[in-house]
């Protein structure tokens, strides 16, 4: 007997965001080995296309086996040995995450709070890399998912780099959304995720290296003390001479390949005039009835709206469950402190479309009644 797999969903929520049929039938072309060379193929077209997302030259650009978590992990834990001072900007749960994977690779951190709802500045993080001791890396999100805010990461990033530290930012939820210039911003690493703004769905966590961290990793007074995501060994299999490594979710590469062509058919900034534009037809239909935006106006990410929950709501969770069971669209509560107070509605890869908006409000103008 089959499995009992799951209703249609449209997917509104912080992630995974929907995706679109053909990405999804690319997962049914059967696997190959890992060490074919029609895979390496594949693999270089996925890796330019990301370099184009990433806004980069940088050679070790690559889909690293697992989701963003993984990504994060990987960047710190290569660039992170024990005892090296860490400087990380917090404005939200995703930063908070950073700090937590930071300290138990043993440094020492350094947090540097934002308001949540509020973009971290560049001249919050002066009066820790000002100290005595030299910085080693510098952190913070671009896109705080939890709160729905944009940081703008070239000023924190040029402001590491005159103090001697790596700058390493997480682009999870602003890859293949909006625009993001590691070249251009001098990012030394970042990571992202394939099902948010890419389109595609979830295992696959984009990385890309600069140089000047993987020096520094090479540079490491001990080896790192991970296996399974040193990029050194990482590097042997993705480049010549190709060595066995892990056996890479090859299914998953085709369904980035699928992604990764749809987002070069329909134009970058096409795709993110569409976000913007599906965005403000979200936030316009909302303060309609009642609902209005969490998030400032000039940090407001295209790709993930936050809306304070109106009084009138009594069980936020219940509407949010009804709007499951009944009518199939997900969207997500708040995190943390904002728990109970925001909605956060994702406007991300194929769900991010005018049809679904109306279906959301809709359903949202009838359950808001009841
Ligand atoms: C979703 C998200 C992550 C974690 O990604 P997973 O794919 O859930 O592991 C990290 N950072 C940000 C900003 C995110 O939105």
Redesign the pocket.
């Known amino acids: 007997m089959n499995p009992r797999l799951p209703s249609p969903r449209i997917l509104l929520g ?2 995974p965001s929907s995706v679109s049929p053909a990405v999804l039938q690319s997962a049914a072309t059967a696997p190959i080995g890992y060490l074919d060379p029609e895979l390496f193929e594949l693999l270089e077209s996925v890796r330019n296309d990301l370099r184009l997302l990433f806004g980069t030259s940088n050679a070790f650009t690559i889909p690293l086996t697992g ?4 990504g ?1 992990e990987c960047c710190l834990a290569n660039l992170i040995e024990p005892g090296d001072r860490v400087v990380i900007g917090v404005n939200g749960f ?1 930063g908070g ?1 950073m700090v937590e994977i930071a300290r138990r690779l043993g440094a020492e951190v350094t947090q540097v709070d934002a308001e949540w709802g509020t973009p971290l500045e560049a001249g919050m993080f002066l009066p820790a890399l000002k100290s005595s001791s030299p910085v080693k890396v510098v952190a913070c ?1 671009h ?3 939890s709160t729905g805010v944009e940081t703008s990461i070239a000023p924190i990033a040029e402001l590491a780099h005159s103090n001697g530290a790596l700058f390493l930012a ?1 682009a ?2 602003s890859l293949g959304g909006m625009p993001v210039e590691c070249d251009k911003w001098s990012v030394d690493a970042c990571y992202s ?1 394939t ?2 703004c890419v389109g595609a769905p ?1 295992g696959l ?1 984009p990385i890309t290296i600069s140089d000047r961290a993987m020096a520094a990793m090479e540079g490491r007074s001990k080896g790192a003390s991970h296996w399974y995501y040193d990029w050194k060994l990482l590097r042997g299999y993705y480049d010549a001479p190709h060595a066995y490594h892990h056996t890479v979710p090859i299914n998953l590469y085709y369904t980035l390949a699928a992604a990764l062509n749809e987002i070069k058919t329909e134009g970058l900034e096409e795709r993110f005039r569409r976000y913007r534009e599906v965005s403000a037809q979200l936030l316009n239909g909302l303060e309609e009835i009642g609902v209005l935006p969490f998030a400032a106006e000039k940090c407001r990410l295209p790709s993930l709206n936050t809306v304070v929950i109106p009084d009138s709501v009594t069980d936020e969770a219940g509407l949010r469950s009804a709007l499951l069971r009944e009518y199939g669209i997900e969207i997500g509560g708040g995190l943390g402190a904002l728990k109970g107070k925001i909605w956060r509605i994702g406007t991300m890869g194929a769900a991010a479309t005018p049809r679904n908006i109306v279906l959301l409000l809709a359903a949202l103008r009838l359950l808001l009644k009841r």
């Open positions: 912080p992630g989701t963003g978590m993984a994060m995703f995450r999100v896109a705080e998912t997480d999870v939820t995720a099902q948010k979830p966590s």
